[in-house]
């Protein structure tokens, strides 16, 4: 791909996810929205003027690092603590729903299998691919109505990482009953390593940190260094302990939080994020949408995962959030929070497609999961806050 076809694309990206952001904003929806929608328009969908390829799919993926990292530099721990327990049965629920939801579904369509049988593995791995939650979304909306560091928002952080993680475990799994190679108890050795590992590394690094800040306060070297450790940690995350390198990026911000200069690094980073990363990453989403593909054979199928996998994180994160002590609007919000799907669901996908255990034509309905479920989180999350605001004594 040549230079020209590169500042074409961005040009054409920057511009659409601009003026349907400030659409979406003027509508009263979130920004977010009105660039996934600027994607679909510029796509294959309608104008086909952007085909996404490597690079703009590599630019999408340093946008959703950003965002993550700088979530985690909003994190507040003290929040976090006092969620730990709640978010990891909310993940729970919200893996086990929508994985026995999904199985059912594929088995409604194509006939109930026997465990153990091929069939039985398809339908198996069309629930893994609804276990996956993508809080970047989320994240993008929180922050914009500043809701990032509250109660809510610490606890859908919190039940999305730990969703990640077992997520993975679930996926070796079922990957497993394909491949007898996979072993799942390494996958599930090498998650907890990483934890550990980036315990002990944050405090060393936390420690040094804080040397800098206390020798260069407010200087642009703090947040460089701190975007060189949010890539290392995504990276190492995910090419020795197998974690996605979004919780490797929101780990590294945890770490950095705590830092007198955690708000200036956020600052910095939210400058490269609004400013080129993240138009690319949201519009990548509706980039790699073809709506025209969807025939009456399979569109049956991909509403019914649609609303299976809006209703599978909904019901087993809000109603157990309600019975955890929430009330029934913060309840509300940690469902509707927890029903994204993004990038891990267009992995776990592949995977299965390279596995040869998903025929490719459900790849349209994965993504269009991630489109809706996109636009929706963002218009129904702000509508949930407004009324509140609007009724708040």
Same mark, same amino acid.
């Given at each position: 791909?040549?230079?020209?076809?590169?500042?074409?694309?961005?040009?054409?990206?920057?511009?659409?996810?601009?003026?349907?952001?400030?659409?979406?904003?003027?509508?009263?929806?979130?920004?977010?929205?009105?660039?996934?929608?600027?994607?679909?328009?510029?796509?294959?969908?309608?104008?086909?003027?952007?085909?996404?390829?490597?690079?703009?799919?590599?630019?999408?993926?340093?946008?959703?690092?950003?965002?993550?990292?700088?979530?985690?530099?909003?994190?507040?721990?003290?929040?976090?603590?006092?969620?730990?327990?709640?978010?990891?049965?909310?993940?729970?629920?919200?893996?086990?729903?929508?994985?026995?939801?999904?199985?059912?579904?594929?088995?409604?369509?194509?006939?109930?299998?026997?465990?153990?049988?091929?069939?039985?593995?398809?339908?198996?791995?069309?629930?893994?691919?609804?276990?996956?939650?993508?809080?970047?979304?989320?994240?993008?909306?929180?922050?914009?109505?500043?809701?990032?560091?509250?109660?809510?928002?610490?606890?859908?952080?919190?039940?999305?990482?730990?969703?990640?993680?077992?997520?993975?475990?679930?996926?070796?799994?079922?990957?497993?009953?394909?491949?007898?190679?996979?072993?799942?108890?390494?996958?599930?050795?090498?998650?907890?390593? %990483?934890?550990?590992?980036?315990? *002990? +590394? $944050?405090?060393?690094?936390?420690? @040094?940190?804080?040397?800098? #800040? &206390?020798?260069?306060?407010?200087?642009?070297?703090?947040?460089?260094?701190?975007?060189?450790?949010?890539?290392?940690?995504?990276?190492?995350?995910?090419?020795?302990?197998?974690?996605?390198?979004?919780?490797?990026?929101?780990?590294?911000?945890?770490?950095?939080?705590?830092?007198?200069?955690?708000?200036?690094?956020?600052?910095?980073?939210?400058?490269?994020?609004?400013?080129?990363?993240?138009?690319?990453?949201?519009?990548?989403?509706?980039?790699?949408?073809?709506?025209?593909?969807?025939?009456?054979?399979?569109?049956? %199928?991909?509403?019914?995962?649609? *609303? +299976? $996998?809006?209703?599978?994180?909904? @019901?087993?994160?809000?109603? #157990? &959030?309600?019975?955890?002590?929430?009330?029934?609007?913060?309840?509300?919000?940690?469902?509707?929070?927890?029903?994204?799907?993004?990038?891990?669901?267009?992995?776990?996908?592949?995977?299965?497609?390279?596995?040869?255990?998903?025929?490719?034509?459900?790849?349209?309905?994965?993504?269009?999961?991630?489109?809706?479920?996109?636009?929706?989180?963002?218009?129904?999350?702000?509508?949930?806050?407004?009324?509140?605001?609007?009724?708040?004594?």
């Amino acid at each position: 791909m040549d230079t020209l076809s590169i500042l074409r694309d961005l040009a054409i990206i920057v511009i659409a996810a601009k003026v349907m952001g400030i659409v979406a904003r003027k509508l009263k929806a979130p920004q977010v929205a009105g660039e996934i929608i600027a994607g679909l328009i510029i796509g294959p969908t309608l104008l086909n003027l952007v085909v996404i390829n490597d690079f703009l799919s590599g630019m999408a993926e340093v946008g959703v690092i950003l965002l993550m990292f700088s979530a985690g530099l909003e994190t507040d721990i003290d929040n976090l603590k006092k969620s730990g327990i709640k978010a990891t049965i909310l993940a729970c629920a919200g893996v086990s729903i929508p994985l026995i939801l999904g199985t059912i579904l594929y088995m409604s369509f194509y006939g109930f299998a026997a465990p153990g049988s091929q069939e039985f593995t398809h339908a198996l791995f069309i629930g893994t691919i609804l276990t996956a939650t993508s809080v970047s979304i989320t994240v993008q909306v929180l922050k914009e109505l500043g809701k990032i560091s509250s109660e809510v928002g610490a606890t859908i952080m919190s039940a999305a990482i730990i969703d990640d993680v077992i997520g993975i475990v679930v996926l070796t799994a079922v990957l497993g009953l394909k491949d007898p190679n996979s072993n799942t108890a390494i996958v599930c050795l090498k998650t907890i390593l %990483f934890f550990a590992v980036s315990i *002990v +590394v $944050g405090i060393i690094i936390l420690y @040094i940190m804080k040397k800098a #800040v &206390a020798r260069w306060p407010h200087t642009r070297r703090i947040p460089i260094i701190g975007m060189a450790i949010a890539f290392v940690f995504s990276y190492a995350a995910d090419r020795y302990f197998g974690v996605a390198d979004i919780t490797g990026a929101y780990v590294a911000g945890i770490i950095l939080s705590s830092l007198d200069d955690s708000e200036y690094i956020d600052r910095k980073m939210d400058i490269n994020s609004y400013m080129i990363f993240g138009p690319v990453f949201f519009a990548s989403v509706g980039l790699q949408t073809n709506l025209k593909e969807i025939d009456m054979t399979i569109l049956f %199928f991909s509403l019914a995962f649609v *609303v +299976v $996998g809006l209703l599978g994180k909904v @019901i087993g994160c809000g109603l #157990v &959030a309600k019975i955890l002590g929430y009330n029934l609007s913060d309840s509300a919000k940690i469902g509707v929070g927890m029903m994204t799907r993004g990038e891990v669901a267009l992995i776990v996908a592949q995977r299965g497609l390279k596995a040869e255990i998903i025929d490719s034509r459900y790849f349209t309905a994965v993504i269009l999961l991630i489109v809706i479920s996109s636009i929706l989180t963002p218009i129904i999350l702000k509508a949930f806050y407004t009324y509140d605001d609007k009724h708040s004594v």
